[in-house]
């Protein structure tokens, strides 16, 4: 656990300092997921960085492409590619586009970016597993703005109606959107009922930016054999960034220069 | 006279009997797309997406990224103008090998009418980088079609009616699965056609030669990428073309071809197409009329443009 959380804080740094170096990007949705991504990445999921297409691999779709920075963080600390390509965020040419493309990131199961397809196309990657007789998993993570879009819920139908029980969805549950909070902008309501009601199973983690707690949800979505899961965690846009914390404004900009070192001297815990 | 849509459903359940990673997905309406026929055939490999377009075209992708190949199915209207930006986002730009096979395309689909007859897929489509675009001329043509596009890598729209069709070809010819067939030869004016538009092209070129007019005749069932040498040669060869679709004027053949020609060898041209109007109720042959999409139409645009 240790370990996992010096890697979280290494996540967060790289994030901040890619996004700075690229000038613009999303830190404030890709700093609420850093505990969801790492506990998967580096504990839960079945996978092998120096064997990207290995069979029967486990599949992770950040369905909330615009958190790209969060997954290359990960997928770069994890060994798929030399993290020297941070420095190249959202320039011409670069490996790391501004959302995730499969083309070109070694571990991008799926390109996303445009909100909602990512976990349509996940029922898909779940539905290969099952036809393939694979006891693999396919992870989802989807923001709660993210859940306005209609093709979420038609992909929610589908899954449940396959009994996909190798589909396990995590809301980033930050409640806030660019317009602001999400009760305001469009209010989703009650997500876990709305997750139970599309036959779901739901597990709810109070802070969603505690390891211990994502790591435990984790474990029991996987062991659910009756269908699709949710892990639906609260969690605190921009977590870690004083300035950043619970601010919508921090949805879709970077920092600054101090900005950027006040950042990272907080992350660092100085 | 055949139907596309049986020769589609026959030719899935060949391919299914080939390859298991064959998948196919419709949307509520497998009875009209024939699909119903590959569900027979191989239950675990046909998913009923319900009526969610979009995310069929979603969890097409997801099967085509996990190494399946996903014919995706459901009429024209609802399987590219509805979920356009999934096949744009999540299916063409990323290159996945997603095959949309739909049907009840054009105003023959007839007594549903507008909201039912998609007159603007063939643009909307060719407007995607890495799409490829087959609109088969007969029963035959879909068969060959089909396999084909299951042996090719990358995004494929195939485009049928619902109506069966004059036969054009017989099964099994090696120029089925040209992407440009000239299927007769002539001096005076070059009529590129696709669809169900091509019997009527080839009835049009015999009017025409009893008026001394000799047409030549090519079916354009491959309308991205075109075959440009072989449309490039015709058009030198007779100084004039008329495009032939049941689709709107804007965007699809005509505009392709025009898009062609302007930049290679620009010469006259005029279209036989729905211009710029909505479909309606109706039977299909009136609204064939209605719409001008008939062998008199082409025959009297053709002496038009050469005033004669």
């Known amino acids: 656990m240790e370990n996992l959380t010096s890697i979280a804080k290494t996540v967060r740094q790289d994030i901040v300092r890619m996004i700075a170096s690229a000038g613009s990007g999303h830190p404030g949705g890709s700093l609420s997921g850093v505990e969801i991504a790492v506990a998967l990445y580096f504990d839960i999921m079945n996978i092998d960085p120096k064997d990207v297409t290995k069979p029967d691999r486990d599949k992770f779709v950040l369905s909330k492409g615009h958190a790209a920075p969060l997954l290359y963080a990960v997928l770069g600390n994890r060994g798929y590619f030399d993290k020297a390509e941070f420095n190249n965020l959202r320039k011409f040419g670069a490996m790391l586009q501004g959302h995730p493309d499969m083309e070109l990131v070694p571990g991008v199961e799926i390109s996303t970016g445009s909100l909602g397809q990512g976990i349509s196309a996940a029922v898909g990657m779940a539905l290969a597993q099952k036809l393939d007789k694979s006891p693999a998993r396919t992870f989802v993570l989807v923001g709660d703005g993210e859940l306005e879009e209609g093709i979420v819920w038609e992909a929610l139908m589908s899954a449940a109606h396959h009994k996909l029980d190798n589909f396990i969805v995590f809301v980033d549950y930050n409640g806030l959107q660019i317009d602001g909070r999400t009760e305001d902008v469009m209010n989703v309501g009650n997500i876990g009922a709305k997750f139970a009601a599309f036959d779901f199973d739901v597990i709810e983690v109070e802070d969603g930016n505690d390891l211990a707690s994502v790591l435990a949800a984790a474990r029991k979505a996987c062991e659910n054999k009756d269908g699709p899961t949710a892990v639906v965690c609260k969690t605190i846009k921009g977590k870690g960034v004083s300035f950043m914390e619970d601010k919508a404004g921090w949805h879709g900009k970077a920092p600054k220069e101090a900005e950027t070192a006040q950042a990272l001297a907080e992350l660092e815990g100085r | ?308």
């Open chain 2, 1 to 308: 006279m055949a139907e596309m849509r049986t020769a589609y459903g026959q030719a899935l359940v060949e391919l299914g009997g080939e390859n298991e990673d064959i998948v196919v997905l419709d949307a509520d309406l497998s009875a009209s797309t024939k699909t119903s026929m590959f569900r027979e055939a191989f239950p675990h490999r046909h998913f009923n997406a319900g009526i969610a377009e979009s995310n069929m075209m979603g969890m097409a992708a997801g099967l085509a990224a996990s190494g399946k190949i996903p014919f995706a199915s459901t009429f024209a209207m609802f399987g590219t103008a509805r979920p356009y930006e999934v096949i744009r986002n999540l299916i063409c730009h990323p290159n996945l090998n997603v095959k949309i096979a739909c049907t009840h395309a054009g105003v023959t689909v007839g007594e549903d009418g507008a909201t039912h007859q998609a007159i603007e897929d063939i643009a909307i489509m060719r407007a995607l980088p890495n799409m490829r675009i087959y609109v088969p001329a007969d029963a035959a043509q879909t068969t060959a079609l089909v396999k084909k596009a299951a042996q090719e890598k990358g995004p494929t729209y195939i485009r049928m009616v619902r109506s069966a069709c004059k036969d054009v070809y017989e099964e099994g010819e090696p120029a089925l699965t040209k992407a440009a067939d000239v299927l007769k030869e002539g001096a005076h004016i070059s009529l590129f056609a696709c669809g169900i538009m091509v019997e009527k092209a080839l009835s049009a070129a015999d009017a025409l030669k009893e008026k001394g007019i000799e047409a030549e005749v090519i079916n354009v069932a491959q309308i991205k990428p075109l075959d440009e040498e072989v449309l490039i040669a015709s058009a030198k060869k007779t100084g004039a073309v008329i495009c032939c679709e049941e689709h709107s004027v804007i965007g699809g053949l005509s505009s392709a071809v025009a898009e062609l020609l302007a930049q290679k060898h620009p010469v006259k041209m005029a279209f036989v197409g729905i211009d710029d109007r909505f479909g309606q109720s109706g039977k299909p042959d009136e609204l064939l009329k209605e719409y001008q999409l008939t062998e008199i139409a082409i025959e009297s645009k053709a002496q038009s443009l050469l005033n004669k």
